[in-house]
C-alpha cells in the first residue's frame, strides 16, 4: 500500500520561511517524479514545483520562482520544499505527489501524478 504524507506546515509571518517534507512509503521512490501541488479556498489545485528522479531537473511556477527550492533525497524517500519570503498569497494547503510518468517534460498537471498525500496547511498572515 502507497503512503505518501506530508508535514511541515503551520502558522507564519510574512516574510518567514517554511520547509515542507514528504515521505512516501510502498514505492520505489526514486522510480517516481515529485512534485508538490497547493490549493487555496476556493481556487484550483495549482502545481507549484517538481523534481526529476535523480533531482538534475527542477519546475517552479512562476510565482514562487526565486523564492521556494525543491529538492529530495532518494536515500531517505524524502521530498522536500524550502519556502522563503514567503507572502499571505502562499496561504493554501500544500500536497506532495508522485508521477511515474516517463517524458523529457516535467509533469505539471495535476492529472499527470499517481499518488497523493492528505496536505499540510501553509498559513502566511500579514
Known amino acids: 500500500q502507497v503512503q505518501v504524507l506530508e508535514s511541515g506546515g503551520g502558522l507564519v509571518q510574512a516574510g518567514g520561511s517554511l520547509r515542507l517534507s514528504c515521505t512516501t512509503s510502498?514505492?520505489?521512490?526514486?522510480?517516481?517524479?515529485m512534485g508538490w501541488f497547493r490549493q487555496a479556498p476556493g481556487k484550483e489545485r495549482e502545481g507549484v514545483s517538481c523534481i526529476s528522479r535523480n533531482g538534475g531537473n527542477t519546475y517552479y511556477a512562476d510565482s514562487v520562482k526565486g523564492r521556494f527550492t525543491i529538492s529530495r533525497d532518494n536515500a531517505k524517500n524524502t521530498l522536500y520544499l524550502q519556502m522563503n519570503s514567503l507572502k499571505p498569497e502562499d496561504t493554501a494547503a500544500y500536497y506532495c505527489a508522485a508521477s511515474v510518468r516517463y517524458s523529457y517534460l516535467l509533469p505539471t498537471r495535476s492529472n499527470e501524478y499517481n499518488y497523493w498525500g492528505q496536505g499540510t496547511q501553509v498559513t502566511v498572515s500579514s
Open positions: 510502498g514505492l520505489t521512490f526514486d522510480n517516481y517524479v
